[in-house]
């Protein structure tokens, strides 16, 4: 359990990072009024390590105080993979409120970890 902890402090880091560019890459299309090729890639990095760090999270925290941010975190992808696979749309506002999500989410996971001792 000690490994899974090592790998998740490089996770954590690598999630918020990813969500920090694709939240950047949102604004900049929509600032900008253009579609970039990269902010999809962008995206696509910030929901499979936060998709991946979830689970590894649920695996490693189940008795702790946070769990429950972790389950609800899974739930929410479980509904949105639900979403995908049976052809439901959502509005474009979901996408960014989703990043905002995973932004604070692993801001706060960072803070607490680096910043409160």
């Known amino acids: 359990m000690n490994g899974l902890r090592k790998v998740l ?4 880091v690598v999630v918020f990072v990813c969500a920090t560019l694709a939240i950047a890459g949102v604004f900049c299309e929509g600032m900008a009024k ?3 090729d990269f902010v999809g890639v962008f995206v696509f990095c910030s ?3 936060f998709l991946i760090a979830t689970v590894l999270h649920v695996i490693a925290d189940r008795k702790e105080k946070i769990a429950f941010v972790h389950y609800f975190s899974l739930t929410i992808l479980i509904v949105g993979l639900i979403m995908k696979v049976v052809g439901i749309p959502y509005h ?5 409120i989703w990043f ?3 932004w604070f989410l692993y801001g ?3 803070a607490r970890r680096y910043l409160v001792r």
Do not use: F, G
Not at 9 to 12: A, H, I, N, P, T
Not at 92 to 96: D, S
């Open 9 to 12: 402090r490089v996770v954590d």
């Open 34 to 36: 253009k579609w970039y």
């Open 47 to 49: 929901d499979y390590s």
């Open 92 to 96: 474009p506002l979901v996408l960014t």
């Open 100 to 102: 905002q999500y995973i």
């Open 108 to 110: 706060i996971i960072l």
